[in-house]
């Protein structure tokens, strides 16, 4: 069986550091966004981010900005932790199924989150990143390409947004919402299959569910 993970706000503690890094980057081209605005559109990539919020914005300056926001996030990726329980339970679920890591962040910053947080990369079987699909999360791309990489159905997408909720939805796939994400996104997450506090969860969830 196959599970696949969301990274930001799902495994590792993202919230701050990524309101941050989009508002530094956008003051240095002259532009201002509301945390409301962020969490409106929370969990997808920041090129439609900018799209959604600049639709004033050229094709080529989204790509500059874009690529600016991953260089702020580089330089500061010392404020990322894991969430409490998560390596944890990532060893012990990975003992007995196949784990996948999908994430709307380019691959190669998947690969620095990890090392950031000492999360150790081959637990997961699979890791896609946004930059590896023709259409990331919300779109089911990113599930899609797991499948086709480890020649199974995945079975369940553990996240903590409503891009992971739709995702899972457009693949056929069962979602579990971790609670761990703003505050103010909450309302929208109770279409999840299932909902929990704590990844501590999640053994007994999927064991009940298969």
């Excluded at 495994?11 to 508002?23: F, G």
């Excluded at 605005?37 to 959604?52: A, F, H, P, T």
């Excluded at 919020?53 to 500059?64: A, G, Q, S």
């Excluded at 995945?154 to 971790?178: C, L, N």
């Amino acid at each position: 069986m196959i599970i696949c993970f969301d990274l930001d706000g799902t495994l590792v503690d993202t919230e701050k550091w990524i309101v941050k890094s989009i508002q530094e980057t956008l003051k240095i081209y002259g532009l201002k966004i509301t945390k409301k605005d962020i969490y409106l559109y929370w969990g997808i990539n920041m090129r439609v981010l900018l799209k959604r919020n600049f639709p004033h914005l050229k094709k080529e300056d989204i790509v500059t900005i874009a690529n600016e926001f991953e260089e702020t996030r580089k330089k500061t990726i010392h404020r990322v932790k894991p969430f409490k329980n998560t390596k944890k339970i990532l060893r012990l679920l990975s003992k007995k199924y196949k784990l996948g890591l999908l994430s709307n962040n380019p691959h190669w910053m998947i690969e620095e989150i990890l090392k950031s947080t000492k999360i150790n990369k081959k637990l997961f079987k699979v890791i896609v990143g946004d930059d590896e699909v023709r259409k990331p999360k919300p779109f089911p791309n990113e599930i899609y390409k797991a499948e086709r990489e480890l020649g199974k159905k995945v079975k369940f997408m553990v996240g903590d947004t409503i891009q992971d909720i739709k995702t899972a939805k457009s693949a056929k796939v069962k979602s579990i919402i971790i609670l761990q994400g703003p505050k103010s996104t909450r309302k929208r997450l109770k279409s999840a299959d299932f909902i929990i506090k704590d990844i501590k969860e999640l053994p007994r969830i999927i064991k009940e569910a298969k």
